[in-house]
């Protein structure tokens, strides 16, 4: 059963019968929002281009970031399906990150996921934006954060998986940024690690 959460919410990822997931998918999702007015209706939706992007931390220093430019990390723990620049107009994810814990480097302690609009376009032109946390190996929904609010914001630090003694435990972040980039995005994620 999936978990609508809130910001701020953590999950714990161990399974009903406390065995661990071995491998997980953040899954993003969006569709531009119509134009408003006659001529917008004849052009039809704005084009938006979100990447979503996982930055792996051993405590506050960033290893390695998976992203539609380095598509596998170094020990291929994760993974990214690939650069979508358009956004979806159906159900489905248009971009997903996939990590396997069994192979996520002892010294990772946090992956931190965020998603930002490249193109420059704010989150008040994006409709039905959402991340998702999909257990890879039933396809099973475990949690699924909301992209809502709109606002003038080209980014969001959605969410955090932390490395905890019982396990792996997944953080609602879902605080508004400006970047185009991940880079650009560094000094506001410094803030919840």
């Known amino acids: ?30 569709q531009a929002a119509q134009r408003k007015g006659f001529l917008g209706k004849l052009i039809g939706p704005k084009e938006i281009d979100l990447d979503a992007s996982a930055l792996m931390y051993s405590g506050r220093e960033m290893l390695e970031v998976v992203y539609f430019n380095y ?20 159900p489905g994810d248009d971009e997903a990150i996939t990590v396997d814990f069994t192979r996520v480097p002892p010294e990772v302690d946090q992956i931190v996921f965020t998603v930002n609009s490249f193109t420059g376009a704010t989150f008040g ?12 190996t039933t396809g099973l929904e475990l949690a699924r954060y909301t992209l809502s609010g709109g606002g003038s914001h ?12 019982e396990g792996w435990q997944l953080a609602a972040i879902g605080e508004p940024a400006a970047g185009a980039t991940f880079q650009e995005l ?5 803030r919840y690690l």
């Open 1 to 30: 059963m999936s978990v609508n959460l809130a910001k701020g919410q953590t999950i714990s990822l161990a399974k009903s019968d406390a065995t661990p997931l071995i491998r997980v998918r953040m899954g993003l999702g969006w």
């Open 71 to 90: 598509l596998v990390s170094s020990y291929g723990a994760v993974r990214h399906s690939g650069d979508n620049r358009t956004g979806g107009d159906g």
């Open 125 to 136: 032109e994006v409709g039905h934006a959402y991340c998702r946390l999909v257990d890879d």
């Open 154 to 165: 080209t980014a969001q630090i959605m969410a955090k998986v932390v490395r905890l003694p």
């Open 186 to 190: 560094l000094p506001a994620i410094d």
